[in-house]
């Protein structure tokens, strides 16, 4: 019998998707798209570069199938879940296939799973996929607070959603995916936040997380537009029902170990998952389980930084913050990776610290200034940047999120 020849298409799984557009986002080529009902690869578009396999956050994007001719984009679209593998014979998977698809899996796993890196080792346990959009979880807006001054160009909230009795376990560093109502039949506005609070919640004891949510008016050409989750969650009143799927997130994770620090590197919301850390930190500084924070936090200035006075407030024994303002009248512009350099000796020692976690959250702009900023540091102690992030990824000690 002749053998088939055998291509193995990239799809995602419609079942488990939650039409966030986070796939879409990330993808260099432009080889996913989205109708009314699924997001789907594009024959022949797809290069395999893996790049939208870890922001994924619930998996559904790492699927595949062994076909003879790639699925349309119309099949895909008319698709409710993935089609059955059929493999013709004995001889469809060719010893050929085999060297290539080990390489891809090492690879990946030198990264951590998924591409991601691995969390960090004294990582808790976190529950994934608990909810979905077809069973959301249904929180109660118990609180919207503004943290940017009233004048400020940006309206940043802080917003907490109780849970009641429906169990939400969290961790700090996850993420939730909120699903906003369109109506007219058309599917719901699916968006993604990271959670704000520790796991014990916003208020200790109870059953709620915060969110920290910038109001989109402008995207990011600055054309004027209305983003629909962000006015959505902004214009809660308490009181309020949403419905909400569910945790995600494997990676960035704290570590639980005594004695671990963290280097924190944020702008704007990106500074929920590190007030989330911070907060844990803080609640058990009685513990006094040693190791540092540093954190450094860039906005424009004081009036839009979110979390600006409580900040002001942490003790110096508990975190070290290095503020960077881009726009005081004042002063020469400033960001995070000027206020890096200005702390290099630091940043080198905790580098060097085998306990010590890095964690990067924010616009993906900031990506470039950053490394950049490590690189110049590592250059003055002998060292090679790219070989030592490398290093500390596969350690699970190197994590971003970046948007």
Not at 153 to 159: F, G, P, T, V, Y
Not at 176 to 205: D, F, Q, W
Not at 292 to 313: H, I, M, S, T, V
Request: net charge negative; hydrophobic share 35%.
């Amino acid at each position: 019998m002749a053998s088939t020849e055998l291509i193995r298409q990239h799809l995602i799984d419609p079942e488990i998707c939650i039409r966030c557009n986070t796939c879409e986002e990330t993808c260099p080529r432009d080889a996913i798209t989205h109708d009314a009902n699924n997001y789907v690869v594009k024959p022949g578009m797809c290069e395999n570069c893996s790049d939208c396999i870890a922001p994924c956050p619930t998996g559904a994007i790492d699927s595949w199938r062994r076909v003879a001719t790639p699925f349309t984009i119309d099949e895909q679209f008319g698709w409710d879940a993935l089609p059955a593998e059929e493999v013709p014979g004995d001889e469809a998977v060719h010893e050929a296939d085999i060297p290539e698809e080990v390489a891809r899996l090492s690879a990946l796993a030198s990264q951590g799973q998924g591409g991601q890196a691995p969390p960090p080792w004294s990582a808790a346990h976190p529950y994934v996929g608990l909810y979905t959009l077809a069973k959301p979880a249904i929180a109660t807006c118990s609180g919207n607070l503004r943290l940017t001054a009233p004048d400020a160009e940006s309206d940043i909230r802080h917003i907490v959603l109780d849970f009641g009795q429906t169990a939400f376990p969290v961790l700090e560093g996850q993420s939730l995916a909120v699903i906003v109502p369109t109506g007219e039949g058309r599917p719901p506005h699916v968006r993604m936040y990271s959670v704000a609070s520790p796991r014990n919640g916003e208020r200790p004891g109870y059953n709620n997380v915060a969110l920290t949510v910038k109001r989109v008016t402008q995207d990011r050409s600055g054309t004027a537009v209305r983003g629909v989750a962000s006015n959505y969650l902004c214009d809660l009143q308490k009181g309020d029902q949403v419905a909400i799927a569910g945790p995600f997130g494997t990676s960035f994770l704290m570590p639980n170990h005594p004695g671990s620090s963290l280097i924190m590197i944020c702008t704007g919301t990106g500074s929920a998952p590190m007030r989330a850390m911070t907060e844990r930190r803080r609640r058990r500084l009685a513990r006094d389980e040693g190791g540092e924070l540093l954190l450094f936090f860039g906005a424009r200035n004081p009036d839009e930084l979110p979390y600006f006075g409580p900040l002001q407030k942490l003790p110096s024994s508990l975190i070290d913050v290095q503020l960077a303002f881009s726009r005081l009248a004042d002063k020469p512009k400033e960001y995070v990776q000027d206020r890096m350099l200005a702390c290099g000796e630091k940043l080198a020692r905790l580098l060097g610290n085998d306990n010590c976690y890095v964690y990067i959250c924010g616009h993906k702009q900031m990506e470039g200034g950053v490394e950049g900023a490590f690189a110049k540091i590592c250059e003055t102690q002998g060292r090679d940047w790219t070989q030592l992030r490398d290093q500390l990824r596969a350690n699970g000690r190197y994590h971003v999120e970046t948007y």
